[in-house]
């Protein structure tokens, strides 16, 4: 009788063994693994009909031009969740906190002035090498001398030991720390004419530093506010004052980026917004532009009192402008994009190749418009209203436009969006959160700012939260007291007291968010939630000018209740829920196709999406019209998402 064989299985182990004793012998070399073929992206057209990712150049300039900023240290993540769990909140809300104080300290010893890096000069016989050493070479001092400064800031205010002291430690300031982007700035700066700083009217002055004023000193400057049809015309007027009273000569004008559509079936009676820009408020912005325009065009004292120098004498602005056509400028025909930083040089008899030795001033063909700020004040959806069409690549994301773009407004006028900045400030991290200046994927320290921003608005009474100690049970208690030592009896919910944690747990409890593992409230994902319907505007706030009192702002009626620098929208708030945006994927899909390792690891497992839509504010919906259509992106799964 034969033996019995083995089965199969048990060889093909005894195999599978013998070979991964030889290859960590290194008697055999390791097998290759193929690798599954990944899903490819149907390709975008960009704006100038090409391509988007198609060429290598283009993908890697998109990741030098991805903003940098400081890690925040392991020690101070653990104390501000900590705090945010044992520190309560003031309840009712005091009227003052509607009030921006700011946190510039200016005018007190010890405090240096902070500016933006500026180029250094340079001199056409430099080649391109010498001139990046020299420019990375002072922005290298610029980062020293300006982490010195916010350090010594950041550790004046903030000396004692919060353990022992229980309160929230002073969290550190960011500012762009990415060269590449600078000169983005520098770029826009020198080609632009005229200069749009675009500012959020529901604090104005905190995208408007010191800083950049300094740095735009010898330009021409408008103040374009946006997004006033959030902060309300009551206190759009008082911010204009303000910056008129600290800004003499300053021009300030304000502005709408959408209006609303006709109602739908297919959007379930939600408001849907487009982008444009009411006929007044293009009648304004035009006609300052005019002005300014004009100012260009008269010649300096020194030139209009030398009859001689005034024949030669050539504008910097070109002379005549078709302002009529600027008014009518809207549709496809309009925002025509231009590949490189500046459109062809116009030829002559003379220099066919448009190229001249000499450099002998002429008058330009155009007038040049740039728009900057800072990031997510809405520069991308300004152009988009102004020509009446989807242009630009607009999102709810900070910083979602990474370098500058031309595109011609009429044939006279160009315009020029600059990537949004962090400019360095004396302003908390906390604020730069609320404001919407960093991406929320970006931000670690959730706690930290969802405590500061319980400060400013009553939370719990926005979203109508059931504190997390109601849902615990009741404990029936046994003990026989005397009747001069009887148990306290439980507070109503009414008079309990709510932390930073107790808002995330009773967000995360009511959306039903628990983490996969342990099963608890998913507090992250509440926070990021919470933190973009603060950002991107679906719940309304704003502040007051510093120069506000209190009594002012009890007989306008604006916080009156406690709400501080919340806006009600109405007696009843609706909550609804919104499936995950395609803004907030792309937001996932650019950070890990060109963030750094660092910069995930400090945003890792704690980015989440927004599921809820506040449907009574002012600006629901509103970003539905910044929507590219990506049908990959639309089609991914959300366990796709959360693996990746």
Same mark, same amino acid.
Request: proline share 9%; aromatic share 10%; charged share 25%.
């Given at each position: 009788m034969p033996p019995r064989r083995k089965p199969t299985s048990t060889r093909q182990k005894k195999a599978d063994q013998q070979l991964k004793r030889a290859i960590k012998r290194g008697d055999v070399p390791p097998p290759q693994v193929e690798k599954k073929p990944t899903h490819r992206r149907r390709p975008r057209i960009g704006p100038t009909g090409q391509l988007i990712g198609s060429d290598p150049t283009v993908v890697e300039s998109?990741?030098?031009?991805?903003?940098?900023?400081?890690?925040?240290?392991?020690?101070?993540?653990?104390?501000?969740?900590?705090?945010?769990?044992?520190?309560?909140? @003031?309840?009712?809300?005091?009227?003052? *906190?509607?009030? /921006?104080?700011?946190?510039?300290? $200016?005018? !007190?010893?010890?405090? =240096?002035? @902070?500016?933006?890096?500026?180029?250094? *000069?340079?001199? /056409?016989?430099?080649?391109?090498? $010498?001139? !990046?050493?020299?420019? =990375?070479?002072?922005?290298?001092?610029?980062?020293?001398?300006?982490?010195?400064?916010?350090?010594?800031?950041?550790?004046?205010?903030?000396?004692?030991?919060?353990?022992?002291?229980?309160?929230?430690?002073?969290?550190?300031?960011?500012?762009?720390?990415?060269?590449?982007?600078?000169?983005?700035?520098?770029?826009?700066?020198?080609?632009?004419?005229?200069?749009?700083?675009?500012?959020?009217?529901?604090?104005?002055?905190?995208?408007?530093?010191?800083?950049?004023?300094?740095?735009?000193?010898?330009?021409?400057v408008i103040l374009v506010l946006t997004k006033v049809d959030i902060s309300g015309p009551v206190r759009v007027a008082s911010w204009i004052k303000y910056i008129h009273k600290h800004h003499p000569n300053s021009r300030v004008v304000q502005v709408e980026s959408y209006l609303e559509k006709e109602a739908t079936g297919d959007h379930q009676g939600r408001k849907q917004y487009e982008p444009s820009i009411p006929d007044h408020f293009r009648a304004n912005l035009v006609q300052i532009i005019k002005e300014v325009h004009a100012e260009l065009l008269e010649p300096p004292q020194k030139v209009a009192s030398n009859p001689d120098r005034l024949k030669k004498w050539i504008p910097p602005v070109k002379r005549d402008i078709d302002w009529y056509g600027i008014m009518q400028a809207k549709g496809a025909k309009v925002g025509l994009a231009v590949g490189g930083a500046a459109a062809p040089r116009p030829k002559s008899p003379d220099d066919p190749d448009g190229q001249q030795e000499n450099h002998q001033p002429q008058e330009?063909?155009?007038?040049?418009?740039?728009?900057?700020?800072?990031?997510?004040?809405?520069?991308?959806?300004?152009?988009?209203?102004?020509?009446?069409?989807?242009?630009?690549?607009?999102?709810?994301?900070?910083?979602?436009?990474?370098?500058?773009?031309?595109?011609?407004?009429?044939?006279?006028?160009?315009?020029?969006?600059?990537?949004?900045?962090?400019?360095?400030?004396?302003?908390?991290?906390?604020?730069?959160?609320?404001?919407?200046?960093?991406?929320?994927?970006?931000?670690?320290?959730?706690?930290?700012?969802?405590?500061?921003?319980?400060?400013?608005?009553?939370?719990?009474?926005?979203?109508?939260?059931?504190?997390?100690?109601?849902?615990?049970?009741?404990?029936?208690?046994?003990?026989?007291?005397?009747?001069?030592r009887k148990a306290e009896e439980t507070k109503g919910p009414d008079a309990l007291s709510w932390t930073a944690m107790d808002i995330l747990t009773a967000y995360a409890d009511s959306k039903g968010w628990v983490t996969a593992k342990a099963g608890r409230p998913d507090i992250h994902r509440a926070g990021n939630a919470i933190l973009r319907s603060l950002a991107e505007g679906r719940l309304a706030w704003a502040f007051w000018p510093p120069d506000t009192t209190p009594e002012e702002i009890a007989a306008i009626g604006g916080g009156d209740q406690g709400h501080g620098i919340w806006i009600p929208q109405g007696d009843n708030t609706d909550y609804g829920s919104d499936p995950e945006s395609e803004d907030e994927r792309e937001e996932e899909n650019d950070h890990r196709s060109t963030a750094t390792e660092d910069q995930a690891e400090e945003a890792g497992g704690e980015t989440s999406e927004a599921d809820e839509v506040i449907t009574g504010g002012a600006g629901v919906g509103r970003f539905g019209a910044l929507a590219i259509n990506d049908n990959e992106d639309i089609g991914r799964s959300e366990s796709e998402d959360s693996e990746n």
């Open positions: 998109a990741r030098k031009l991805q903003s940098a900023f400081i890690k925040l240290p392991p020690n101070f993540l653990e104390q501000t969740k900590q705090l945010a769990s044992d520190l309560p909140l @003031l309840r009712p809300i005091p009227d003052d *906190k509607a009030i /921006f104080h700011g946190f510039d300290h $200016e005018g !007190e010893e010890g405090f =240096e002035d @902070l500016s933006c890096p500026r180029r250094p *000069k340079w001199r /056409f016989d430099m080649t391109k090498l $010498e001139v !990046e050493r020299n420019e =990375e070479g002072v922005f290298k001092k610029y980062l020293a001398q300006t982490d010195r400064a916010l350090e010594k800031w950041q550790n004046k205010i903030d000396p004692i030991d919060h353990t022992e002291a229980m309160t929230m430690p002073q969290s550190p300031s960011y500012y762009e720390r990415n060269l590449e982007v600078w000169r983005q700035l520098w770029r826009v700066t020198e080609i632009s004419q005229i200069v749009l700083v675009l500012l959020d009217s529901r604090c104005p002055i905190l995208h408007y530093p010191p800083s950049l004023s300094s740095y735009l000193a010898d330009r021409k330009p063909s155009y007038l040049t418009i740039g728009l900057i700020g800072q990031p997510n004040v809405g520069k991308s959806s300004l152009l988009n209203a102004l020509f009446g069409v989807q242009k630009v690549r607009a999102s709810k994301t900070p910083g979602k436009t990474k370098h500058f773009q031309t595109l011609y407004w009429t044939p006279d006028v160009r315009l020029v969006d600059c990537p949004g900045l962090v400019m360095p400030n004396y302003v908390p991290m906390e604020m730069q959160v609320l404001s919407g200046i960093l991406p929320i994927s970006r931000v670690s320290a959730v706690p930290a700012c969802i405590y500061y921003a319980a400060q400013l608005l009553p939370l719990e009474r926005v979203y109508n939260l059931a504190h997390p100690s109601t849902k615990l049970p009741v404990v029936e208690d046994k003990r026989t007291w005397r009747e001069d």
